[in-house]
């Protein structure tokens, strides 16, 4: 059931992660991932889960909070998402007992998060990200959903929310490898915990949803300017968590070795020819006719 | 603990690209007697394979799972010695005929939960039988009768397509194990992890075993499923070769 208000209240969860787009990835000589070199951002699979949310708010008018677990810096996550889903409330869960967390301990920090969103009145639908692009995972979201007790919908592409009959009506995305791909319809009651496909992105069809939808952005670049004003710091002691279910006490676990995978070898010769020169030119045609032979002419 | 009872996982040298290791044991947590006592009564056997099928047909990744258990439980059970199974877990609606068929890829026994209700793979339902089918001791009783203080399955694997991943991540919270997704090289061998790496710097630092799944859970959900266990046919390794061929 939907909470007395009748407001739909929409939590995401985020992960700032390290910007793999080019120029800004750091790497240390031994190969791993220079994280104090490299730029973090939003993740991308995050910035979906929060473009659904956007249609949330535009849509339903819903209350939308976005949470994150991390050390202090994970803010400009949230900033980041804000700006894209005009969120209310900003929550940042952050001690030095959730340091070395596995998926296992990190749901465990957001299912108490959750249970505290909204001022306890409950929250209707949860969305997270496919996969965050440094864990690739993807055990967060589902572990997260199991331990709230939410029924899971991954991989959706489409969502609509029934808010008389507390229902969600969902589109699927599923991918079989060695067989045909299926778009699966369902229904679920709410809450319900729901991971976005990378493909989703939101659609606003009517005139009234464009206008809200502008509405919301000019108040979503007003607020993320301001976004400490929404924010709040948890810690492990004002979550009530069990202090041996977080952080590397909480961990089944653990990476033991990282290693490189070593690159083939080329198989491949190449020959570098200056083409600046005519001469040279048509050594190349040459070669490519000696290749290909009358294929190429017809 | 002694180191015989442990069986590890271990990076074969240049070949993969990491590796990640269970280990639910947490040395910086005080063990009452009473958990050490249920850790030596309970044992954990057996590598479950969760088979995927699309409308009663076994998809090609869950052939590639089973074969690859076939592989590395041989390989166990001539080093250790002890006699543990494959065992194949399929869900869904009418699809007895397919036990057979898992048999002849390499599975000494299979789990069948056939039910109207599980012809499309829902994860709170999925979840909550296999969970169920994995803490199950009379079926591991039915499956090897030599042992039967069965807790939970050594290993289990998932395949890494869209219902197998979230699967696999919802079954090992209520299993409170820990998962390494996207495998490609598996590899069973004695090994120590040296702690330190789980322990912060002020924390003393000993050297000890670890070990797969260790802890208790509760299966809790009350649906039916039909268990149906296949005894290995003596002739299984032809079966194998015709199917080959």
Same mark, same amino acid.
């Given at each position: 059931?939907?909470?007395?208000?009748?407001?739909?209240?929409?939590?995401?969860?985020?992960?700032?992660?390290?910007?793999?787009?080019?120029?800004?990835?750091?790497?240390?000589?031994?190969?791993?991932?220079?994280?104090?070199?490299?730029?973090?951002?939003?993740?991308?699979?995050?910035?979906?889960?929060?473009?659904?949310?956007?249609?949330?708010?535009?849509?339903?008018?819903?209350?939308?909070?976005?949470? %994150?677990?991390? #050390?202090?810096?994970?803010?400009?996550?949230?900033?980041?998402?804000?700006?894209?889903?005009?969120?209310?409330?900003?929550?940042?869960?952050?001690?030095?007992?959730?340091?070395?967390?596995?998926?296992?301990?990190?749901?465990?920090?957001?299912?108490?998060?959750?249970?505290?969103?909204?001022?306890?009145?409950? @929250?209707?639908?949860?969305?997270?990200?496919?996969?965050?692009?440094?864990?690739?995972?993807?055990?967060?979201?589902?572990? %997260?959903?199991?331990?709230?007790?939410?029924?899971?919908?991954?991989?959706?592409?489409?969502?609509?929310?029934?808010?008389?009959?507390?229902?969600?009506?969902?589109?699927?995305?599923?991918?079989?490898?060695?067989?045909?791909?299926?778009?699966?319809?369902?229904?679920?009651?709410? #809450?319900?915990? @729901?991971?976005?496909?990378?493909?989703?992105?939101?659609?606003?069809? %009517?005139?009234?949803?464009?206008?809200?939808?502008?509405?919301?952005?000019?108040?979503?670049?007003?607020?993320?300017?301001?976004?400490?004003?929404?924010?709040?710091?948890?810690?492990?002691?004002?979550?009530?968590?069990?202090?041996?279910?977080?952080?590397?006490?909480?961990?089944?676990?653990?990476?033991?070795?990282?290693?490189? @995978?070593?690159?083939?070898?080329?198989?491949?010769?190449?020959?570098? @020819?200056?083409?600046?020169?005519?001469?040279?030119?048509?050594?190349?045609?040459?070669?490519?006719?000696?290749?290909?032979?009358? %294929?190429?002419?017809? | 603990?002694?180191?015989?009872?442990?069986?590890?996982?271990?990076? +074969?040298?240049?070949?993969?690209?990491?590796?990640?290791?269970? +280990?639910?044991?947490?040395?910086?947590?005080?063990?009452?007697?009473?958990?050490?006592?249920?850790?030596?009564?309970?044992?954990?056997?057996?590598?479950?394979?969760?088979?995927?099928?699309?409308?009663?047909? &076994?998809?090609?990744?869950?052939?590639?799972?089973?074969?690859?258990?076939?592989?590395?439980?041989?390989?166990?059970?001539?080093?250790?010695?002890?006699?543990?199974?494959?065992?194949?877990?399929?869900?869904?609606?009418?699809?007895?005929?397919?036990?057979?068929?898992?048999?002849?890829?390499?599975? +000494?026994?299979?789990?069948?939960?056939?039910?109207?209700?599980?012809?499309?793979?829902?994860?709170?339902?999925?979840?909550?039988?296999?969970?169920?089918?994995?803490?199950?001791?009379?079926?591991?009783?039915?499956?090897?009768?030599?042992?039967?203080?069965?807790?939970?399955?050594?290993?289990?694997?998932?395949?890494?397509?869209?219902?197998?991943?979230?699967?696999?991540?919802?079954?090992?919270?209520?299993?409170?194990?820990?998962?390494?997704? +996207?495998?490609?090289?598996?590899?069973?061998?004695?090994?120590?992890?040296?702690?330190?790496?789980?322990?912060?710097?002020?924390?003393?630092?000993?050297?000890?075993?670890?070990?797969?799944?260790?802890?208790?859970?509760?299966?809790?959900?009350?649906?039916?499923?039909?268990?149906? &266990?296949?005894?290995?046919?003596?002739?299984?390794?032809?079966?194998?070769?015709?199917?080959?061929?």
């Amino acid at each position: 059931m939907l909470n007395p208000s009748g407001t739909l209240n929409v939590a995401v969860i985020v992960k700032l992660e390290p910007d793999f787009s080019e120029g800004n990835v750091s790497y240390n000589s031994d190969g791993t991932l220079n994280r104090a070199e490299t730029k973090n951002v939003l993740g991308p699979h995050s910035a979906v889960a929060s473009s659904a949310a956007l249609y949330a708010k535009v849509k339903y008018g819903a209350n939308v909070s976005v949470a %994150t677990m991390g #050390p202090p810096i994970a803010e400009a996550a949230l900033q980041q998402s804000q700006l894209i889903c005009n969120a209310d409330e900003l929550h940042l869960y952050s001690d030095r007992i959730f340091a070395g967390a596995d998926t296992l301990a990190t749901s465990e920090v957001l299912r108490a998060g959750i249970k505290k969103m909204a001022n306890e009145q409950g @929250i209707d639908v949860v969305f997270s990200g496919h996969r965050a692009s440094d864990g690739e995972t993807g055990q967060t979201g589902p572990q %997260t959903a199991w331990k709230l007790g939410y029924p899971f919908i991954g991989n959706v592409i489409d969502y609509d929310i029934d808010k008389e009959r507390s229902y969600a009506r969902l589109q699927r995305l599923i991918k079989n490898y060695g067989h045909n791909d299926i778009i699966e319809e369902l229904e679920a009651p709410l #809450p319900v915990f @729901i991971t976005l496909d990378p493909s989703y992105s939101p659609f606003f069809n %009517t005139v009234s949803q464009r206008l809200n939808l502008a509405r919301n952005q000019n108040e979503a670049e007003k607020r993320s300017s301001r976004y400490k004003e929404h924010l709040k710091t948890f810690s492990a002691q004002s979550l009530e968590l069990n202090l041996k279910s977080v952080g590397l006490p909480g961990s089944p676990t653990i990476v033991y070795k990282v290693e490189k @995978i070593p690159r083939a070898k080329a198989n491949r010769k190449a020959d570098i @020819i200056d083409g600046c020169s005519q001469e040279n030119l048509s050594q190349v045609a040459r070669r490519i006719y000696g290749i290909l032979g009358e %294929t190429i002419i017809k | 603990m002694t180191k015989s009872s442990v069986s590890e996982t271990k990076t +074969d040298a240049n070949n993969i690209q990491g590796i990640l290791v269970n +280990d639910t044991e947490n040395e910086n947590l005080k063990r009452t007697a009473e958990e050490q006592e249920r850790d030596e009564k309970n044992h954990n056997m057996h590598l479950y394979v969760v088979i995927e099928q699309e409308e009663g047909k &076994i998809l090609p990744v869950s052939f590639e799972m089973l074969g690859e258990g076939r592989r590395l439980m041989d390989n166990f059970n001539s080093k250790y010695n002890p006699k543990e199974n494959v065992v194949a877990i399929i869900l869904g609606h009418n699809i007895k005929h397919l036990c057979q068929e898992l048999i002849y890829h390499g599975a +000494d026994a299979v789990i069948c939960a056939d039910h109207p209700e599980l012809r499309y793979p829902r994860n709170l339902l999925y979840t909550k039988i296999i969970s169920q089918i994995a803490t199950d001791k009379s079926s591991a009783a039915q499956i090897s009768s030599s042992n039967n203080t069965f807790n939970k399955p050594r290993y289990m694997f998932f395949s890494a397509d869209d219902t197998g991943r979230h699967l696999s991540s919802t079954v090992l919270a209520e299993l409170e194990s820990g998962l390494a997704s +996207d495998i490609n090289k598996l590899v069973i061998n004695d090994l120590e992890i040296d702690t330190n790496i789980r322990l912060r710097e002020s924390q003393s630092v000993t050297k000890r075993p670890w070990k797969c799944i260790d802890q208790t859970s509760q299966a809790f959900f009350g649906l039916l499923y039909f268990v149906w &266990i296949i005894s290995i046919p003596k002739t299984k390794k032809n079966f194998i070769l015709r199917h080959a061929a």
